[in-house]
């Protein structure tokens, strides 16, 4: 689609209308998936544990993902929305679900109701499976893209701080445990100071799997049967392996800028 911006006026009309077919291909993805997950809340809340607050809060910050989404769909590249996002979507719904009952909800704490949380451990869970999906998906679909790739990243990145949260209210953990959900927000504010930590890195499956451990962890400890001193080793782990990770790629980035401007 970029190449067909620097074309001649047919090929400009031609990418115009096909950035607006594709705009019209997320919105509906985007409303369908807005309508299930009011119809859930609706009649999952009592389950779920999901009052008005919470569900309020719940679809505002699914409408502000949506909004930052398809704001940026000209990094998509491709004529149709794909699979791969709608999943990625519907990951947004559910982080949305857990992020207005830990930020909304007064009920949500040591108090809440045990049923509630194995129900909600599971639609987390379920999440984190739909995290290994959406790649997949559009690896074999052709369909990978920058857009996507971000989207991914982004709501993989407010799950895992809407857990960290979930952690302190249940009394899972010490405030210590938000350095997990904060650490990659930490890291984009240092890119803004630091310019030697905006260059690329490299392809790491290191990366992805204590993504995966961050994930799991967390998510283990929405589970009523994960208590202290369990739940604690558990958080502690996360934060260890989390904090290598990133020591790893800021020590990388910093090389590679000190390499580029000796040979400069």
Known sequence: MADWMNAG??????????????SLDAYAVTMTVAAALVAAMHFLGDWLGIDTAAACCAFIIYAAISAVALGNLRAHGHGRF???NIVTTIRAALTSVLGGMVLASPQFGVSFDQGALWMLGFAVAFALVLDGVDGFVARQAGTSSRFGARF?????????????????WLGKAGLWVLLIGLMRYAYVGAQAVFPALRGE????????????????????MLFPIVASPVS???????LASLTYSF?????FLVSA?????AAA
């Open 9 to 22: 006026p047919l090929d400009r009309q031609a990418a115009r209308r096909a950035h607006r077919l594709l």
């Open 82 to 84: 794909g699979a791969a």
């Open 152 to 168: 991914d990243m982004e709501i993989d990145a407010l799950l895992i701080l809407f857990l960290s949260l979930a952690a302190v």
């Open 201 to 220: 890195l490299p392809h790491s499956m290191r990366r992805k799997a204590i993504c995966v451990v961050q994930g799991v962890a967390l998510c283990l």
């Open 232 to 238: 604690t080793l558990l958080a502690a782990a996360a």
């Open 247 to 251: 020591a790893v790629d800021v020590i």
């Open 257 to 261: 800028s000190r390499s580029h401007h």
